[in-house]
């Protein structure tokens, strides 16, 4: 694809260091593909081998496609941090890798990160960093291109599914260029979105061989100075790559506004000012100066559009040139091209669209959509759990997971939701700040981050002499990301059988005495255990399991509602289940939805609730 008036070609006409094209087998074949399906097409046309990532959205459909194609190894690691050192000990031995990972995992990965970057690689690599910017399925929003700045690497922002893919295969060949692990972030719209990706065959790269040298790999502080001065070398280098590299280019149009843009917000600038000059960056760190120079010098007004921070307007504006940007544009939230025409016009930038008669005339609005909030699913066995804790009226220190949603109405039973792993240390926490608390404060953590990040968090608890209880939510399976395999299910992403996790066992070994196993759809046993384990004064781990209900796929028959004894309490629907509502004041079963779980049948006061048949007509 050819851009009209375009300095340099786009990310279609990507070339190596050594001038050949990346990929070596060139096939006349296009597939719709997601941005993380292109990615993961990426990786293998230009020749990974290894891969490694702990699923997170909006990163997770990489490594479950990437594993799909033949002659490549894949895995789920228990975290982000393990994940980037298994993609520097493949690197290091000379095989070209990638690891993947959303936004916040990154933070995990930070220790390893930041010293990969001082060492440098062997065979080729690439961090995925997936950005979600809107906060669609994460507990923060972070712009994770300040880590690449930090970590003193390349970064590459592709803005659709075929620079994804093309850009896979340039951050390796930049990688080994130039001794240095490469960033790819992606956002969340680039990561789900479907665009046409042209499809190439794979270039099969053999192992660089691998070469014993201290001074380059081993980071005591004689040997890091040395690579300290090796990283500010290296990044000179980049600066001047960055200024020829294909990856930012300019589309001359009207130069009476310029603007800088990157990723997806190239295609929303695009689509909002048609005629304005662009300058496209797809690599964003380090930033080409005298392009960008060059660009401003040719327009009258320059405008920096990107989603979340001012990165590069803030940049921009310290090479001492004037540019407006988020004065305007929103620093939080996904931009999209609706936001950026009204920021725009309310800017004068553009003008406000006039109304023709007929659009002027009175005529009723369509009614909006009601808002659908998220909810655990019918027969979900993490309701049963949270149900009993508000019973008991307990403090919960939370987790991330679909479990997290007991917070909101109408269970409403969950304090606090940090990071991944934190729900141990914060009760502990707790009841070291105020011992009055610590028989009313529980932890729940769910299986796949318990081991992701809550076993250090336990150890911290039995070590330091603490009396929480900790919950451990084993639903067989990392259900909240699509029901990815961790360490205790048995099985790899490659689907091959592995050992599974005892967790009673494990947890045992780290000192805890009192382990206790639950059935959650069993409340009045999960709530007389609930009642022991909090009063023992002690550490104590209660296992809550039973698997998700999406798994098994298993339903009984639908509850039946007997009308006739049905008061119209509304304590089933307390429950917060969606097969459960309320009409004429009587309960109603939705016989589609309902999986016969019991829950509610065990909280009916009346018996009105029974369990077996179609409900009522």
């Given at each position: 694809m050819f851009v009209e008036n375009c300095e340099q070609v786009t990310c279609r006409l990507f070339k190596s260091g050594a001038g050949e094209f990346i990929f070596s087998e060139v096939m006349d074949l296009k597939e719709l593909l997601s941005g993380n399906e292109a990615i993961a097409r990426g990786a293998y046309e230009a020749g990974v081998t290894v891969a490694a990532a702990y699923p997170g959205t909006p990163s997770t459909e990489i490594l479950e496609n990437f594993s799909r194609y033949p002659g490549v190894y894949a895995e789920w690691a228990p975290n982000e941090k393990v994940a980037l050192e298994v993609g520097i000990g493949a690197s290091l031995a000379g095989a070209r890798t990638l690891v993947a990972m959303k936004h916040v995992g990154v933070n995990v990965a930070a220790d390893p990160l930041l010293t990969f970057a001082y060492t440098g690689v062997n065979?080729?690599?690439?961090?995925?960093?997936?950005?979600?910017?809107?906060?669609?399925?994460?507990?923060?929003?972070?712009?994770?291109?300040?880590?690449?700045?930090?970590?003193?690497?390349p970064l590459l922002e592709p803005g659709d599914s075929q620079e994804a893919k093309e850009m896979v295969g340039l951050a390796l060949d930049i990688s080994e260029q130039f001794d240095t692990p490469v960033m790819l972030r992606t956002t969340t719209r680039v990561a789900h979105s479907q665009g046409l990706v042209e499809i190439g065959g794979r270039s099969p790269r053999e192992l660089r061989p691998y070469k014993k040298d201290p001074q380059k790999y081993l980071m005591v502080p004689a040997f890091a100075r040395l690579r300290r001065n090796a990283l500010e070398k290296r990044l000179a280098l980049l600066k001047e790559y960055a200024e020829k590299s294909p990856l930012n280019f300019i589309e001359w149009r009207d130069k009476s506004i310029g603007v800088i843009t990157s990723g997806i917000s190239y295609q929303y600038v695009r689509e909002a000012l048609p005629e304005a000059s662009v300058l496209k960056l797809g690599m964003t760190n380090p930033l080409p100066e005298a392009v960008i120079r060059r660009f401003a010098a040719g327009v009258k007004r320059l405008i920096v559009v990107e989603e979340l921070e001012p990165f590069i307007q803030d940049q921009v504006s310290a090479m001492g040139i004037a540019a407006t940007g988020k004065g305007f544009i929103p620093n939080s939230g996904e931009l999209d091209t609706g936001i950026l025409a009204r920021k725009?016009?309310?800017?004068?930038?553009?003008?406000?669209?006039?109304?023709?008669?007929?659009?002027?005339?009175?005529?009723?609005?369509?009614?909006?959509?009601?808002?659908?909030?998220?909810?655990?699913?019918?027969?979900?066995?993490?309701?049963?759990?949270?149900?009993?804790?508000?019973?008991?009226?307990?403090?919960?220190?939370?987790?991330?997971?679909?479990?997290?949603?007991?917070?909101?109405?109408?269970?409403?039973?969950?304090?606090?939701?940090?990071?991944?792993?934190?729900?141990?240390?914060?009760?502990?926490?707790?009841?070291?700040?105020?011992p009055a608390m610590s028989g009313s404060t529980v932890a729940v953590i769910g299986d796949s981050t318990f081991l992701h990040s809550g076993v250090t968090g336990l150890l911290n608890m039995v070590y330091n002499n603490g009396s929480g209880t900790v919950i451990i939510l084993d639903n067989r399976t990392t259900a909240m990301t699509g029901h990815q395999h961790h360490p205790g299910t048995g099985s790899t992403l490659m689907g091959t059988a592995a050992p599974a996790v005892d967790l009673e066992t494990l947890v045992q070994a780290l000192g805890v005495k009192r382990v206790r196993v639950v059935n959650p759809l069993d409340l009045a046993k999960t709530q007389a255990v609930l009642r022991e384990e909090t009063t023992a004064g002690e550490p104590s781990v209660v296992i809550s399991r039973c698997p998700c209900v999406l798994l098994t796929r298993a339903a009984k028959p639908a509850v039946r509602v007997e009308k006739d004894k049905c008061i119209g309490c509304k304590v089933c629907i307390q429950l917060g289940c969606p097969s459960i509502s309320m009409q004429d004041r009587k309960a109603l079963v939705d016989p589609v939805s309902c999986t016969g779980c019991g829950l509610c049948v065990q909280v009916c006061q009346e018996g009105a609730l029974v369990k077996g048949g179609d409900a009522d007509a």
């Amino acid at each position: 694809m050819f851009v009209e008036n375009c300095e340099q070609v786009t990310c279609r006409l990507f070339k190596s260091g050594a001038g050949e094209f990346i990929f070596s087998e060139v096939m006349d074949l296009k597939e719709l593909l997601s941005g993380n399906e292109a990615i993961a097409r990426g990786a293998y046309e230009a020749g990974v081998t290894v891969a490694a990532a702990y699923p997170g959205t909006p990163s997770t459909e990489i490594l479950e496609n990437f594993s799909r194609y033949p002659g490549v190894y894949a895995e789920w690691a228990p975290n982000e941090k393990v994940a980037l050192e298994v993609g520097i000990g493949a690197s290091l031995a000379g095989a070209r890798t990638l690891v993947a990972m959303k936004h916040v995992g990154v933070n995990v990965a930070a220790d390893p990160l930041l010293t990969f970057a001082y060492t440098g690689v062997n065979g080729g690599f690439v961090l995925v960093s997936a950005d979600d910017p809107g906060m669609h399925s994460s507990q923060n929003e972070q712009d994770n291109r300040h880590y690449a700045r930090f970590a003193k690497i390349p970064l590459l922002e592709p803005g659709d599914s075929q620079e994804a893919k093309e850009m896979v295969g340039l951050a390796l060949d930049i990688s080994e260029q130039f001794d240095t692990p490469v960033m790819l972030r992606t956002t969340t719209r680039v990561a789900h979105s479907q665009g046409l990706v042209e499809i190439g065959g794979r270039s099969p790269r053999e192992l660089r061989p691998y070469k014993k040298d201290p001074q380059k790999y081993l980071m005591v502080p004689a040997f890091a100075r040395l690579r300290r001065n090796a990283l500010e070398k290296r990044l000179a280098l980049l600066k001047e790559y960055a200024e020829k590299s294909p990856l930012n280019f300019i589309e001359w149009r009207d130069k009476s506004i310029g603007v800088i843009t990157s990723g997806i917000s190239y295609q929303y600038v695009r689509e909002a000012l048609p005629e304005a000059s662009v300058l496209k960056l797809g690599m964003t760190n380090p930033l080409p100066e005298a392009v960008i120079r060059r660009f401003a010098a040719g327009v009258k007004r320059l405008i920096v559009v990107e989603e979340l921070e001012p990165f590069i307007q803030d940049q921009v504006s310290a090479m001492g040139i004037a540019a407006t940007g988020k004065g305007f544009i929103p620093n939080s939230g996904e931009l999209d091209t609706g936001i950026l025409a009204r920021k725009f016009s309310e800017a004068g930038i553009l003008k406000p669209p006039v109304k023709t008669a007929a659009e002027g005339s009175a005529r009723p609005e369509a009614p909006a959509a009601p808002g659908r909030p998220p909810v655990m699913c019918p027969g979900c066995p993490h309701r049963g759990l949270f149900y009993a804790l508000k019973k008991l009226k307990l403090t919960v220190t939370g987790d991330i997971g679909c479990y997290t949603l007991s917070g909101l109405p109408p269970l409403e039973a969950m304090d606090c939701c940090i990071c991944m792993g934190a729900s141990i240390g914060a009760a502990h926490g707790v009841s070291k700040a105020n011992p009055a608390m610590s028989g009313s404060t529980v932890a729940v953590i769910g299986d796949s981050t318990f081991l992701h990040s809550g076993v250090t968090g336990l150890l911290n608890m039995v070590y330091n002499n603490g009396s929480g209880t900790v919950i451990i939510l084993d639903n067989r399976t990392t259900a909240m990301t699509g029901h990815q395999h961790h360490p205790g299910t048995g099985s790899t992403l490659m689907g091959t059988a592995a050992p599974a996790v005892d967790l009673e066992t494990l947890v045992q070994a780290l000192g805890v005495k009192r382990v206790r196993v639950v059935n959650p759809l069993d409340l009045a046993k999960t709530q007389a255990v609930l009642r022991e384990e909090t009063t023992a004064g002690e550490p104590s781990v209660v296992i809550s399991r039973c698997p998700c209900v999406l798994l098994t796929r298993a339903a009984k028959p639908a509850v039946r509602v007997e009308k006739d004894k049905c008061i119209g309490c509304k304590v089933c629907i307390q429950l917060g289940c969606p097969s459960i509502s309320m009409q004429d004041r009587k309960a109603l079963v939705d016989p589609v939805s309902c999986t016969g779980c019991g829950l509610c049948v065990q909280v009916c006061q009346e018996g009105a609730l029974v369990k077996g048949g179609d409900a009522d007509a």
